[in-house]
């Protein structure tokens, strides 16, 4: 067999320059285009698998660049974690792209939109074949570019430009830190690749910074507390868009690079439990602010962001394959979940869920397909999310942490309420407004079937039942012993018991009393609930503590440079000017004036002796004789 | 001999203008055809210089050695190396296009065309110059014809700019000269040839070395600018026109950047390992404070000036650094960022043409009317803000890389830099582009096909530099190589 892992990314960048030039003109051929593209990765992602199985690994393609000592060479890594979320990434891509001719059906730049999602697909197929730091960092920047193209997709809605806006500093700011951790790296390890990560077991205070810093850029792409803030508003973009990058892929590409650099982190016990720390906090803080919003998609961001911070957790706790198989699962079901809303969203054009109610009744596929992604995400078995969500549970109890087992569970609890709160306002009941729903196109449904069937079954690789396969597949090194395949199950009693608890309460708050109880318990709870309303008010926090301020700084700055530096160029100029203003009258009226003044001097002399020169010969005589006389009259008197 | 190339390429344009002189004024086209002629003669010339460049050689290739006045040893002494030879190109490159985008001056053409083919002379024979004389004589060349061409064919404060820029970098030169002399009474034999003077003044002590330094310090700082000697470039910039503006960031700000690579750090090597700390940190203020003042400029071709200060200071930086990898990315930072900001200029003027007005608010919703202008704006601007993929992240990255070897902390605080630089190029995408369709803007064409022309080939440098880097740097990495080592720098 041949080495075709490097054409993976190269299909969907050919499609993506196709329709960049003749987008326009093929019209509605983009999509196909596009599917066609991101199609034939998904077979090479398959294949690839098959190959990795076979027992095949890494290889080097080219030299890209000489840094100092290094030279960098460009490659793919193949192993599990690879190879596992290029089949994820691809197959979940290609539906959501079918998805997307419907979806996109009316809109002017439906072309534009396909190779906007082209060259997503290139770089996140990219970034998870990059075998070192600078190729993953490029393709990093990469994914968050098409972020903020397809975020301010509808860039004539100044909400949609300024969430982009808002996406791509955000991340910025963490991956200024993942640079810094670069450097770092290349610094005291020599290195640039993955591979040699593994020689790196030494704790050292170094280390663990770069880890720290690898993080930083982590939490900014997995939206993870305090560098949330950007996904709720990345919902501005069009739903598929949500979908396949603000919940599946892209944003997941945080917790990879924590699993892709496992060995740094597990080897730096202090950065790794500030994962499962960050994790927790972030878990818990997203699903309550969930459990008030009222907006479809925000409501299914802020479950990303938890859902995100859960998997950090199971990281960060040490639990390798439970955190890589919960991002699995959770690209599937969320995957679906935005699918859903953005197939509700499609036919009714509303995204309040307070406006809906009752939209099951006409739109059974898609209302089933969202029963099925819910009881997924909040662990009711066998569906998937139950036993990733499961493996990581059990991994925090084992490794000792009990706090953070305790914030999972209420999470669990929260999440299950917040899902069916959302499926009880927007499914069942009573429409509360003039709604006209309607089943949407096949072309739509039928992604949401098959990613239901994913979303049912695809935690069985996963489970006892198959002797958990997924977790001997993508294990690191050798032994298995660090991480238990004994099924708890008291922990999963203990969190299906929660999970239906949270549906329960739900039930009881949503369905049994319509809308009076939540208006009572909001009442009683004012304060709370108006901070978790406003989203503990962080956006409000760093608009105060962080862009005022600069745009202050900013401004402040700029008149300094007009002021006091032009200022002083200009300042300088103009005592020139005054000098040589002095000098000029110095010029003028001493200098010259001296020289005027000799001459007027001399010309005064002249004016008395001109009287002298008169010209008639009787006065020169008469002078001529008293100058005689003169004469005279002294050597007589000298004698 | 063999065929004077060097010449060739350095003379071409002045030939052209010398004939210009001789065409009568009404008969633009010729004008025009005889200018893009000349300069798209030098372009081809400096393409047959990339072939036939031996980049595994560090010494000066294709030189050529007159006597001049031998009487106090002066020659006519060109030559390329690798650290020449890529801005060589771009100042072909950027000479031509530039001509192309002069297409749209309507007064005074001949006057016009005949001072930008002498600039264009000047600004070439100052990087291939070896001679101290000859080089100063050169560098001073550029000043005459960039202060008329600001002067009458700038914007409302067209006088004022053109003086400022004259008299600034005037000021600024006297000290180079003062250094030259320097050189010249310091040197056994006394002489002005760089290559020489290469071999003796290591010997030379440390406290002369430092004055000398100094002396170039203020002609060189000057035209890169170096904080605080930047605020004749906002206002150049500003009232000069697009073309002008074009080659001003594009090409006069190297100068100042190359004179540091040519004559001060491998002349005075102790004195450049003395100043290395101050000369870093001087960076990293270009870097952070433009980027601040730029942010919030609401005149789009202020900003872009501005950005040009912060760009600059990577070359700093990595200069500062006195490392193989840091002096390659300076350098290769020189080089992009002619190509993109000398772009970034081209779609200033593009829209200015069109609007009259260059204030950022008055824009808006752009994105509809003009998608093409909207593509390779965006293209521009994200090589700007160093994204991966595009040339500037390569020497940014490269450039950083190379100072953190030497100076964490203030590596560490010039990344700032690139969030801010981030911030302000996204906001001003969003004023321009973004949002709802200013009704003004209404009417307004997308590029015209003479536009596309003059973008394209600089976008196709930025993106085959950002994928395969290898392809600019190859021709630099053995002169920067052998440069670290006689400067005594680190590997990285």
Redesign the interface.
Known sequence: MVNLAHLIPVFPFLAFVIN?LIGRRVRRYSALISILGSTISLCLSIYTLVWFLKGSGSYTLF???????ISLNIGVIIDPLTCMMLVVVSTIGTLIQIYSIGYMKDDVRFSRFFAYMSLFMSSMLGLLLADNF?TL??????VG?CS?LLI?FW??K?S???A??KA??TT??GD?GL??GI?IL??SAHTVYFSDLANLSAASPLLTAAALLLFCGAAGKSAQFPLHVWLPDAMEGPTPVSALIHAATMVAAGVYLVARCFVLFSAQAPALIWVAYIGGITAIFAASIATVNNDIKRILAYSTISQLGFMMIGLGVGGYSAGTFHLMTHAFFKALLFLCAGSVIHSIHTQDIRDMGGVFRKMKITGLAFVIASLAISGIPPFSGFWSKDEILSEILRKGHPFLFAIAMVTSLLTAFYMFRLIFLVLFGKPRTEIHPHESPKVMTVPLGILSVFAIFVGFVGSPFMNHAFQKFIYLGQSHESESMKPDYLVMALSTLLASLGIGIAYLLYVMNKSILPQRIRRHFTLLYTIVYNKYYIDEIYDFLFIKP??R???L??RF?LGV??G??NGV?WIFVILSRISSWIDRNIVDGTVNMIAKIVGLFSLILRRTQTGYIQTYLLIAFFGLAVIIFIKLIGG | MSFPIMTCIVFLPLAGGLLILFTPKKNVGLIKTIATAATGAALILSVVLLFNFDYAKSSIQFEECLRWIPSINISYHLGVDGISIGLVFLTTLLSFLACIGSYDIDIRQKEYFFLYLLLSTGMLGTFVALDLVLFYVLWEIVLVPMYFLIGIWGGPRKEYAAIKFFIYTLAGSIFMLLGILAFYFTSTPHTFSILELGQTTGALSLSMQIIIFIAFYLGFAVKVPVFPFHTWLPDAHVEAPTPISVLLAGVLLKMGGYGFLRISFPLLKDAAHYFALPFAILGVVNIVYGAIVAMAQTDFKKMVAYSSVSHMGFVMIGLASMSVTGVNGALLQMFNHGIITGGMFFLVGVLYVRAHTRDLNKFGGLGVKMPVYAGLLIVFSLASLGLPGLSGFISEFMSLLGSYAEFQLTTIISVLGIVITAGYFLYMLQRVLLGPLNEKLAGFSDMSKREIFVLLPLMIIVILIGVYPLAALKYQMATIEAFIQKIGGGVF
């Open positions: 960049i030299k890209w660049l000489i840094l100092g000592g600078i960092y490029i393709f990093w920047e990469g570019l903020y301010s860039f004539e100044l949609a430009a300024r982009g806006m791509f500093i910025r700011i200024t640079l810094v450097f290349i610094f600069s745009i700084l900013s401004r700055a700029s440079d530096i032009d002083a160029v100029a």
